[in-house]
């Protein structure tokens, strides 16, 4: 069975029509989507994390409050920029907010991607050592992090303080989080990767090594190598694995005002990232039966167990509540995917 979740990059302005002229519209609004997404019935409510531009960059906080004002749907990350976290800190702020959520986190995390500013995490006092690539960072800090909220000692104790030596670990430990990291990957390599470091997987919404064929085929073909990995390391537990879509049906005036026109959005774009080929997935617009057809025909869509749809979260909560529930209603049944139980009283 699939789960569906919404994604948002949590974007303001003061751009003529955005219902989130600030940031704090921003975060107010991705609290009250995930509240109505959980009364649709949606799986998950997930944010992106960007540093240094008007989007949303702290997630923590946005997600423990998430985790307060819901019960039942799934908050996560897509993704963070490992680079720029103090690996020790995020632990202690992932399972602060995982025990607030009671135990509904999925973290994407991942070496992250182009920003506006210059070597960024250097500014955060995270400088690759020599030698080492800004991909390596992002490994060393993953390492760390994982190494943390495993319960392993991080730190020794002060036997004028304790009376012992020993280790001591981070403080909160919420169990089960190690198992809900996602690793966000735009290349065959990397999703092998992330197999054999056993974390759950994140399809990128561009791939590079681009083959010409279209990206839903580009990408289920990643994750059958990144699953014959995971088999090939001998993990116990059923990996996980999500892939991201735009998905816009157009069913009143007000849709096709802002979305009718995006005709060349309907085919995949190629184009360089960082000096290599690099081929982004289409976007669905139109008719919600059309769009389900056409979704249920995409091959990596088939292949996850998860489907985030990316939300224009400046149109503010209420159209895009609606569109969720369009998606839930006529969109999403042709993945697989059933509407959530309510929760018991």
């Known amino acids: ?41 949606i799986d998950g409510a997930y944010v992106r994390v960007h540093h240094f531009a008007r989007q949303l960059a702290s997630p923590f906080p946005l997600l423990a409050a998430i985790g307060a004002r819901t019960s039942r749907i799934e908050i996560g990350t897509a993704v963070i920029d490992m680079r720029y976290e103090n690996p020790l800190y995020m632990a202690e702020d992932a399972g602060a907010a995982d025990l607030i959520a009671g135990g509904r986190l999925q973290l994407g995390i991942s070496r992250g991607s182009p920003e506006p500013a210059l070597r960024g995490a250097e500014a955060f006092g995270h400088v690759p050592r020599e030698g080492q690539t800004d991909a390596d960072l992002a490994r060393e800090h ?143 617009n139109g008719e919600p039966d059309v769009i389900a057809e056409e979704l249920s025909r995409d091959a990596a869509v088939r292949e996850a167990d998860t489907l985030l749809l990316t939300v224009p979260n400046q149109l503010g909560v209420e159209y895009n509540a609606r569109m969720l529930e369009t998606i839930a209603e006529h969109i999403a049944p042709a993945i697989g995917w059933q509407r959530a139980a309510e929760p018991a009283a």
Do not use: C
């Not at 002229?21 to 109505?36: G, H, K, N, V, Y």
């Not at 060349?264 to 190629?270: G, N, T, W």
């Open 142 to 284: 993953t390492r760390i992090f994982r190494h943390a909220i495993q319960g392993a000692g991080v730190a020794r104790t002060d036997p004028t303080m304790t009376g012992t030596s020993g280790a001591l670990p981070i403080q909160p430990q919420s169990p089960g989080l190690a198992d809900r990291i996602w690793w966000g990957s735009g290349t065959r390599r990397t999703a092998r990767w992330a197999a054999e470091q056993g974390m759950n997987l994140q399809s990128s919404t561009l791939l590079t090594e681009d083959t010409g064929v279209p990206f839903g085929d580009l990408q289920a073909e990643q994750i059958n190598l990144y699953r014959a990995a995971w088999a090939d390391a001998g993990w116990q537990r059923e990996p996980r694995v999500s892939v991201s879509r735009s998905v816009i049906p157009i069913t009143t005036d007000e849709d096709r005002r802002y979305f009718a026109a995006r005709g060349a959005e309907s085919q995949d774009q190629i184009g360089y990232l960082e000096g290599v080929a690099a081929r982004f997935g289409r976007s669905y």
């Open 1 to 41: 069975m699939k789960r569906i979740g919404f994604l948002s990059f949590g974007h303001w302005s003061r751009s003529p029509g955005s219902q989130t002229p600030t940031a704090r519209d921003a975060l107010a609004q991705t609290i009250e989507l995930a509240e109505a997404a959980e009364a649709i019935g």
